[in-house]
Structure formats: C-alpha cells, structure tokens
T-cell receptor, first 108, second 121 residues
Framework: SYVLTQPPSVSVAPGETARITCGGN??????VHWYQQKPGQAPLLVIY???DRPSGIPERFSGSNSGNTATLTISRVEAGDEADYYC???????????FGTGTKVTVL | EVQLVESGGGLVQPGGSLRLSCAAS????????VNWVRQAPGKGLEWVSY????????YDADSVKGRFTSSRDNAKNSVYLQMDSLRAEDTAVYYC??????????????WGQGTLITVSS
C-alpha cells in the first residue's frame, strides 16, 4: 500500500514560516490535500489539489507538490496555527484513500 | 449550513457488532461520495471505508476488510458503517467525511464531529 511520511513535529516562532513535508513515491504525480486538526476537533481542509485554498482559509497557507515530496507552508505563523497537520492522497492503484503520519506544529 | 452528524458509538465487547450512522443536513447527501475515517486515542488519522454516491462502489481498508463495510440509504440522507467482529484495536473516534465535487482525487471537504467506539470487556 502507498505510504506517506511526515516529520512528527515542527517548531516555529510566531511570525516565522513553517514548512511541513509529506514524502511518498512519485507523489508529484498525485493530488495532495492537507488537513488541520486541533485538539478535540474534527479535521479541517486547509489545502486541496496541491495548492488550492478553501474559502475562509488564510492566504498564509500554501502548498506545493513535486517529485517525491509535497509541502504545506504556513507563513507568518500565529499561535492559532498550533495543531496537527495531515497530508492525504488517493492510492491510484487501488483507489483507497491514504493519510500521512501527521505532523504536530508547535508555536514557540 | 452543511453538517454531518455521526451516531451509534459506545462501548462494545470484543467480537461484538455496531452500526454507525452519518446523517447530513444542509445539503443532499445523495450527490456525494462519503468516507469513514478513524483516529485511535493519541494517534493519527486512518482511512477506513469509502462509498460512492450511488452506493454501487465500496472500498474498505485492509485493516477492516471483511469486518467493516459502508452502506447508504439516500432516501434517509444517511450513510452507515457496519462493524462486525470488533477488536480492541478498533477503539477510536470514527468520523464520516464528505468528498467534494470533482472529477477525481476529491478532498474531504466536510467532516462530522466524530463518535467514539470503545472495544473492551
């Protein structure tokens, strides 16, 4: 089955930039979605189709995808961005949905 | 307002069965594919099952294949997850999530609040 690997944690100071990677075999040929999950809450879609933002998501959130790595970038990080972040794709061979291992973002 | 509400969670003994429901409001669920995603305590998200808008196509994760499967009743605007032969490792919060509109590789654009399943004797 298709595996998506994320760093367990990323720490960033307020106002700085956080970059969260999602590694997968030839992930650049897939379409990646990103979800934010705060404690006790359901996940929230923050980036879809690699780099599109749903309405209501700040422009500070952006995404890219190439080669074997997709990246979620959070610019000008705020305390409210502290959360777990998950990437997600479809496994093209069997059409199962797959989540990454998740990254906890800590705002220092 | 688009809402998904799960129900049917609770405590069940190993080997037992449960059926979760996912009810929609604010939109017509018939038009959308739906997934079930679970999260064990302190762990990450795990995709569990998918059902197409018509109900004709169903995919189940290898970890639950043969024990869990999705169904739907479009007349009731609801989707279900039938869970049989439950194990301790199935203990988790279960979410239903709607797939957005698109040709393929659709994201999960709306999620329910989740329902907790605890498998224990």
């Amino acid at each position: 089955s298709y595996v998506l690997t994320q760093p367990p944690s990323v720490s960033v100071a307020p106002g700085e930039t956080a970059r969260i990677t999602c590694g997968g075999n030839n992930i650049g040929s897939n379409r990646v979605h990103w979800y934010q999950q705060k404690p006790g809450q359901a996940p929230l879609l923050v980036i879809y189709y690699n780099s599109d933002r749903p309405s209501g998501i700040p422009e500070r959130f952006s995404g890219s995808n190439s080669g074997n790595t997709a990246t979620l970038t959070i610019s000008r990080v705020e305390a409210g961005d502290e959360a777990d972040y998950y990437c997600q794709v479809w496994d093209n061979s069997i059409l199962h949905r797959v989540f990454g291992t998740g990254t906890k973002v800590t705002v220092l | 307002e688009v809402q998904l509400v799960e129900s049917g969670g609770g405590l069940v003994q190993p080997g037992g069965s449960l059926r979760l429901s996912c009810a929609a409001s604010g939109f017509t669920l018939n038009n959308y594919d739906v997934n079930w995603v679970r999260q064990a305590p302190g762990k990450g998200l795990e995709w569990v099952s998918y059902i197409s808008s018509s109900g004709k196509t169903i995919y189940d994760a290898d970890s639950v294949k043969g024990r869990f499967t999705s169904s739907r009743d479009n007349a009731k605007n609801s989707v279900y997850l039938q869970m049989d032969s439950l194990r301790a490792e199935d203990t988790a919060v279960y979410y239903c999530a709607r797939e957005g509109i698109g040709d393929s590789h659709r994201p999960f654009d709306h999620w329910g609040q989740g329902t907790l399943i605890t498998v224990s004797s």
